[in-house]
Protein backbone atom coordinates (compact mmCIF):
# COMPACT_ATOMS: atom_id res chain seq x y z
CA UNK A 1 0.00 0.00 0.00
CA UNK A 2 1.42 3.38 -1.08
CA UNK A 3 1.58 6.65 1.60
CA UNK A 4 -1.41 8.25 0.23
CA UNK A 5 -3.42 4.95 1.07
CA UNK A 6 -2.15 4.49 4.48
CA UNK A 7 -2.95 7.74 4.95
CA UNK A 8 -6.35 7.75 4.47
CA UNK A 9 -6.67 4.02 5.97
CA UNK A 10 -5.41 6.01 8.91
CA UNK A 11 -7.80 9.22 8.62
CA UNK A 12 -10.80 6.79 7.96
CA UNK A 13 -9.79 4.85 11.06
CA UNK A 14 -9.69 7.93 13.01
CA UNK A 15 -13.20 8.56 11.80
CA UNK A 16 -14.39 5.35 13.34
CA UNK A 17 -13.36 5.79 16.77
CA UNK A 18 -14.55 9.39 17.29
CA UNK A 19 -17.95 8.41 15.77
CA UNK A 20 -18.09 5.37 18.12
CA UNK A 21 -16.85 7.70 20.90
CA UNK A 22 -19.60 10.47 19.97
CA UNK A 23 -22.36 7.92 20.01
CA UNK A 24 -21.53 6.59 23.56
CA UNK A 25 -21.06 9.79 24.76
CA UNK A 26 -24.40 10.92 23.49
CA UNK A 27 -26.38 7.80 25.28
CA UNK A 28 -24.59 8.72 28.98
CA UNK A 29 -25.59 12.25 27.98
CA UNK A 30 -29.45 11.03 27.32
CA UNK A 31 -29.29 8.78 30.29
CA UNK A 32 -28.03 11.31 32.52
CA UNK A 33 -31.06 13.88 32.02
CA UNK A 34 -33.17 11.32 31.80
CA UNK A 35 -33.70 11.33 28.30
CA UNK A 36 -35.07 8.69 25.58
CA UNK A 37 -35.69 8.58 22.42
CA UNK A 38 -38.73 8.12 20.73
CA UNK A 39 -39.53 7.87 16.87
CA UNK A 40 -35.68 9.40 16.62
CA UNK A 41 -35.82 12.69 18.61
CA UNK A 42 -34.92 13.09 22.27
CA UNK A 43 -37.67 13.59 24.68
CA UNK A 44 -36.35 14.93 27.95
CA UNK A 45 -38.44 13.40 31.20
CA UNK A 46 -37.34 14.19 34.94
CA UNK A 47 -37.14 11.64 37.47
CA UNK A 48 -39.98 11.18 40.19
CA UNK A 49 -38.77 10.29 43.83
CA UNK A 50 -40.08 6.73 45.16
CA UNK A 51 -41.15 6.94 48.72
CA UNK A 52 -42.53 4.27 51.38
CA UNK A 53 -43.78 4.49 54.62
CA UNK A 54 -44.46 2.57 58.00
CA UNK A 55 -45.87 3.42 60.80
CA UNK A 56 -42.49 2.94 62.99
CA UNK A 57 -39.17 1.29 62.95
CA UNK A 58 -36.70 -0.03 65.54
CA UNK A 59 -34.29 -0.19 63.29
CA UNK A 60 -32.43 1.46 59.49
CA UNK A 61 -30.27 -0.21 57.38
CA UNK A 62 -29.00 1.20 54.13
CA UNK A 63 -26.47 -0.45 51.66
CA UNK A 64 -25.93 1.75 49.01
CA UNK A 65 -23.73 3.05 45.95
CA UNK A 66 -22.66 6.76 45.86
CA UNK A 67 -26.07 8.10 46.95
CA UNK A 68 -26.32 10.90 49.28
CA UNK A 69 -28.05 9.68 52.43
CA UNK A 70 -30.06 12.45 54.15
CA UNK A 71 -31.66 11.01 57.94
CA UNK A 72 -33.76 13.71 59.56
CA UNK A 73 -36.45 14.18 61.99
CA UNK A 74 -40.06 14.79 60.47
CA UNK A 75 -44.06 13.49 59.74
CA UNK A 76 -45.70 11.69 61.93
CA UNK A 77 -44.45 8.30 60.16
CA UNK A 78 -41.23 6.96 58.93
CA UNK A 79 -40.74 7.88 54.91
CA UNK A 80 -38.35 6.98 52.88
CA UNK A 81 -37.54 8.19 49.71
CA UNK A 82 -35.03 7.42 46.41
CA UNK A 83 -34.91 8.08 42.85
CA UNK A 84 -37.18 6.45 40.54
CA UNK A 85 -33.71 6.01 38.13
CA UNK A 86 -32.66 2.97 39.46
CA UNK A 87 -35.71 0.84 39.63
CA UNK A 88 -35.01 -2.21 39.31
CA UNK A 89 -31.41 -2.00 40.84
CA UNK A 90 -33.10 -0.99 44.62
CA UNK A 91 -34.54 -3.95 47.34
CA UNK A 92 -36.97 -3.05 50.05
CA UNK A 93 -37.50 -5.14 52.80
CA UNK A 94 -39.08 -4.01 56.26
CA UNK A 95 -41.46 -4.95 58.91
CA UNK A 96 -44.16 -2.23 60.70
CA UNK A 97 -42.15 -1.74 64.12
CA UNK A 98 -38.87 -3.60 63.40
CA UNK A 99 -36.87 -2.45 60.58
CA UNK A 100 -36.50 -0.71 57.35
CA UNK A 101 -33.75 -1.82 54.67
CA UNK A 102 -32.73 -0.68 51.26
CA UNK A 103 -30.11 -1.83 49.10
CA UNK A 104 -29.17 -1.32 45.84
CA UNK A 105 -26.48 -3.47 43.46
CA UNK A 106 -25.61 -1.04 40.23
CA UNK A 107 -25.35 -3.23 36.75
CA UNK A 108 -21.61 -2.54 35.85
CA UNK A 109 -21.22 -1.03 31.68
CA UNK A 110 -18.27 0.31 30.30
CA UNK A 111 -19.26 3.91 31.20
CA UNK A 112 -21.38 2.81 34.19
CA UNK A 113 -19.24 4.10 36.68
CA UNK A 114 -18.28 7.58 36.39
CA UNK A 115 -22.10 7.77 34.96
CA UNK A 116 -23.25 6.56 37.78
CA UNK A 117 -21.46 8.54 40.26
CA UNK A 118 -22.34 12.29 38.76
CA UNK A 119 -26.21 11.22 38.61
CA UNK A 120 -25.87 9.95 42.42
CA UNK A 121 -24.88 13.38 43.62
CA UNK A 122 -28.16 14.67 42.15
CA UNK A 123 -30.58 11.64 43.24
CA UNK A 124 -30.34 10.70 47.32
CA UNK A 125 -31.67 8.66 49.61
CA UNK A 126 -33.67 10.32 52.05
CA UNK A 127 -35.57 9.20 55.56
CA UNK A 128 -37.69 10.76 57.89
CA UNK A 129 -38.13 9.59 61.14
CA UNK A 130 -40.94 10.92 63.59
CA UNK A 131 -39.97 13.58 66.69
CA UNK A 132 -40.81 10.97 69.54
CA UNK A 133 -39.45 7.93 67.46
CA UNK A 134 -36.14 6.00 68.76
CA UNK A 135 -33.72 4.09 66.90
CA UNK A 136 -31.83 0.81 68.48
CA UNK A 137 -29.90 0.67 65.48
CA UNK A 138 -28.41 2.42 62.33
CA UNK A 139 -26.19 0.60 59.77
CA UNK A 140 -25.22 2.57 56.49
CA UNK A 141 -22.70 0.77 54.39
CA UNK A 142 -21.58 0.51 50.27
CA UNK A 143 -19.34 2.35 48.29
CA UNK A 144 -18.97 6.05 48.40
CA UNK A 145 -21.21 6.53 51.90
CA UNK A 146 -21.90 10.07 52.03
CA UNK A 147 -24.59 10.38 54.59
CA UNK A 148 -25.63 13.82 56.91
CA UNK A 149 -27.52 13.17 59.63
CA UNK A 150 -29.70 15.48 62.07
CA UNK A 151 -31.52 15.33 65.53
CA UNK A 152 -31.49 11.39 65.45
CA UNK A 153 -31.11 9.13 68.46
CA UNK A 154 -29.71 5.79 68.64
CA UNK A 155 -28.69 2.61 70.56
CA UNK A 156 -25.85 1.63 67.65
CA UNK A 157 -24.94 3.86 65.08
CA UNK A 158 -22.32 2.04 62.67
CA UNK A 159 -21.49 3.69 59.29
CA UNK A 160 -18.82 1.97 56.67
CA UNK A 161 -18.00 2.11 53.12
CA UNK A 162 -14.80 2.55 50.14
CA UNK A 163 -15.26 6.11 50.79
CA UNK A 164 -16.70 7.48 53.78
CA UNK A 165 -18.06 10.74 54.39
CA UNK A 166 -20.29 11.38 57.37
CA UNK A 167 -21.61 14.71 58.68
CA UNK A 168 -23.96 14.29 62.12
CA UNK A 169 -25.10 17.04 64.11
CA UNK A 170 -27.24 16.88 67.33
CA UNK A 171 -26.80 13.65 67.68
CA UNK A 172 -27.57 10.61 70.97
CA UNK A 173 -25.88 7.46 70.48
CA UNK A 174 -24.38 4.27 72.49
CA UNK A 175 -21.92 3.77 70.33
CA UNK A 176 -20.99 5.26 67.08
CA UNK A 177 -18.54 3.41 64.82
CA UNK A 178 -17.34 5.13 61.28
CA UNK A 179 -14.98 3.39 59.27
CA UNK A 180 -13.96 3.27 55.41
CA UNK A 181 -10.29 3.73 53.26
CA UNK A 182 -10.75 7.01 53.44
CA UNK A 183 -12.78 8.18 56.15
CA UNK A 184 -13.81 12.41 56.73
CA UNK A 185 -15.96 12.93 59.68
CA UNK A 186 -17.86 16.07 61.26
CA UNK A 187 -19.43 15.95 64.47
CA UNK A 188 -20.99 18.47 65.82
CA UNK A 189 -23.14 18.17 69.27
CA UNK A 190 -23.09 14.74 69.78
CA UNK A 191 -23.34 12.56 72.78
CA UNK A 192 -22.12 9.20 73.05
CA UNK A 193 -20.40 6.51 75.24
CA UNK A 194 -18.38 5.36 72.34
CA UNK A 195 -17.00 7.03 69.39
CA UNK A 196 -14.50 5.15 67.27
CA UNK A 197 -13.41 6.48 63.68
CA UNK A 198 -10.80 4.75 61.59
CA UNK A 199 -9.56 4.48 57.84
CA UNK A 200 -6.51 4.67 55.77
CA UNK A 201 -6.58 8.09 55.62
CA UNK A 202 -8.81 9.04 58.86
CA UNK A 203 -9.91 12.95 59.14
CA UNK A 204 -11.99 13.97 61.91
CA UNK A 205 -13.58 17.50 63.08
CA UNK A 206 -15.28 17.73 66.52
CA UNK A 207 -16.92 20.55 68.37
CA UNK A 208 -18.86 20.33 71.49
CA UNK A 209 -18.56 16.32 71.89
CA UNK A 210 -19.17 14.70 74.66
CA UNK A 211 -17.94 11.09 75.20
CA UNK A 212 -16.43 8.28 77.29
CA UNK A 213 -14.20 7.61 74.86
CA UNK A 214 -13.15 8.62 71.85
CA UNK A 215 -10.76 6.98 69.29
CA UNK A 216 -9.32 8.02 66.01
CA UNK A 217 -6.84 5.71 64.28
CA UNK A 218 -5.50 5.89 60.63
CA UNK A 219 -2.01 5.76 58.85
CA UNK A 220 -2.62 9.07 58.29
CA UNK A 221 -4.57 10.36 61.31
CA UNK A 222 -5.80 14.05 61.61
CA UNK A 223 -8.57 15.55 64.35
CA UNK A 224 -8.89 18.83 65.19
CA UNK A 225 -11.01 19.04 68.83
CA UNK A 226 -12.95 21.73 70.35
CA UNK A 227 -14.85 21.83 73.38
CA UNK A 228 -14.57 18.26 73.40
CA UNK A 229 -15.04 15.93 77.27
CA UNK A 230 -13.92 12.33 77.25
CA UNK A 231 -12.19 10.61 79.61
CA UNK A 232 -10.05 8.53 77.10
CA UNK A 233 -8.85 10.10 73.81
CA UNK A 234 -6.46 8.02 71.74
CA UNK A 235 -5.41 9.09 68.15
CA UNK A 236 -3.08 6.80 66.36
CA UNK A 237 -0.97 6.40 63.18
CA UNK A 238 1.94 6.59 61.17
CA UNK A 239 1.37 10.16 60.96
CA UNK A 240 -1.27 10.88 63.55
CA UNK A 241 -1.82 14.57 64.04
CA UNK A 242 -4.45 16.63 66.73
CA UNK A 243 -5.34 20.11 67.52
CA UNK A 244 -7.33 20.22 70.66
CA UNK A 245 -8.97 23.52 71.80
CA UNK A 246 -10.30 24.06 75.21
CA UNK A 247 -11.03 25.96 78.35
CA UNK A 248 -8.40 25.34 80.06
CA UNK A 249 -5.74 22.47 81.19
CA UNK A 250 -7.72 21.67 84.30
CA UNK A 251 -8.85 18.26 84.69
CA UNK A 252 -6.50 17.11 81.62
CA UNK A 253 -3.38 15.24 81.22
CA UNK A 254 -1.63 14.72 77.65
CA UNK A 255 0.68 12.27 76.16
CA UNK A 256 2.78 11.93 73.21
CA UNK A 257 4.62 9.29 71.34
CA UNK A 258 6.69 8.27 67.98
CA UNK A 259 10.13 8.73 66.67
CA UNK A 260 9.39 12.11 65.59
CA UNK A 261 6.88 13.43 68.49
CA UNK A 262 5.63 17.05 69.74
CA UNK A 263 3.82 18.12 71.75
CA UNK A 264 2.90 22.10 72.15
CA UNK A 265 0.83 23.90 74.34
CA UNK A 266 -0.39 27.22 73.85
CA UNK A 267 2.41 27.90 71.39
CA UNK A 268 5.47 26.50 73.81
CA UNK A 269 6.46 23.00 73.31
CA UNK A 270 6.54 20.83 76.56
CA UNK A 271 7.34 17.30 77.41
CA UNK A 272 4.34 14.99 78.31
CA UNK A 273 1.60 17.16 80.65
CA UNK A 274 0.49 14.85 83.84
CA UNK A 275 -2.93 17.26 85.08
CA UNK A 276 -4.62 16.21 87.99
CA UNK A 277 -7.66 15.42 85.65
CA UNK A 278 -10.04 12.76 84.63
CA UNK A 279 -9.80 13.44 80.42
CA UNK A 280 -6.64 11.74 79.18
CA UNK A 281 -5.55 12.24 75.43
CA UNK A 282 -2.81 10.16 74.01
CA UNK A 283 -1.45 10.41 70.30
CA UNK A 284 1.20 8.06 69.08
CA UNK A 285 2.36 7.27 65.87
CA UNK A 286 5.69 7.37 64.22
CA UNK A 287 5.21 11.29 63.61
CA UNK A 288 2.50 12.17 66.73
CA UNK A 289 1.86 15.69 67.08
CA UNK A 290 -0.58 17.20 69.41
CA UNK A 291 -1.10 20.93 69.62
CA UNK A 292 -3.60 22.49 72.49
CA UNK A 293 -4.82 25.79 72.90
CA UNK A 294 -7.03 26.88 75.95
CA UNK A 295 -9.67 29.58 74.82
Known sequence: MNKK??????????????????TAISAIVIRSTGAHWVDGMTVTSSAEPRSFEL????????????????????????TIEWSEL?????????????????????????????????RAFLRPVTVTIPEDMDLSDIDLRGANIRVSMDDIVSDNLDISGANT?????????????ISGANTNVTLTDVNTNSLEVRGANAEATLNDVFANSIEINGANAEATLTNISASTIEIGGANAEAILTIPSLDDWDFFVSGANSRLRIDGQRVSNFRGAGSNTVTVSGANASLIVWTQ
Open 5 to 22: GKILLIIAACVLVFGILL
Open 55 to 78: NSIDSLSLSLVNEPVYIMRGGSVV
Open 165 to 177: NVTLQNIEALNID
Open 86 to 118: YDGQYRLSSQDGGYLSLSRQTRWSLFSFEWGRG
